[in-house]
């Protein structure tokens, strides 16, 4: 277009032309921008900064939450756990009776007894039949009868109680 076609009272217009015929294309983008009657501004560096250091405190709490176990929900039971003593062993012959006491926090199946004497040889008992089921907190006595044992008497000998979930408990006593 020839500047002598357009409107020539416009002296904002035609100044702009003559600018922008001077200018490279990346120079006449801005003049166009200028010339535009929004005026477009940026946030405030002051803001921008602010902005930033709320999101990083942010983002450290959450992480703190996260790693300290508050937002994975952490079990706050205990597991129940075996936990068995052998209180006494009485002996009368052929029976023996051995009182088991249950210290854990569920019940228990006393499952095998074993005597053994001082060198660990095995002497009698092995698997019961019946298994005995000891409470939490409670005290059982679970006879084994033994036959062709000999107990010498004032030897040291050892009971060992095993519950069927494996956990074992000692007692040793002399014989009388």
């Keep these: 277009m020839c500047p002598a ?29 200028s010339l535009s009657s929004l005026d477009r501004r ?3 560096p ?9 999101i990083a405190v942010a983002s ?4 703190w939450m996260w790693v300290s176990g508050y937002l994975t929900g952490a079990p ?17 012959q052929d029976l023996i009776k051995v009182y088991v006491r249950n210290m854990g926090s569920t019940s228990v199946s006393v499952g095998s007894i074993y005597i053994l ?5 095995y002497v009698g008992g092995g ?6 089921e000891v409470e939490a907190g409670g005290v059982t006595t679970v006879e084994v009868h033994v036959t062709n044992v000999y107990l010498v008497p004032n030897n040291i000998y050892v009971v060992k109680v095993i519950t ?8 040793t006593f002399i014989a009388p």
């Design 42 to 44: 940026g946030v405030s």
């Design 164 to 171: 069927i979930r494996g956990t074992e408990a000692s007692y």
């Design 76 to 92: 706050t039971t205990q597991p129940a756990f075996e936990m068995i003593k052998v209180e006494t062993v009485q002996i009368q």
């Design 46 to 54: 002051v803001i921008s900064t602010m902005l930033l250091i709320l």
């Design 127 to 132: 698997p019961l039949s019946s298994v005995k």
């Design 5 to 33: 076609l357009l409107n020539l009272n416009s002296k904002r217009y035609v100044k702009w032309f003559t600018t922008a015929i001077e200018h490279t294309p990346g120079d006449r983008l801005t003049l166009l921008r």
């Design 117 to 121: 004497d001082v060198n660990g040889n």
């Design 60 to 63: 450290g709490f959450i992480m």
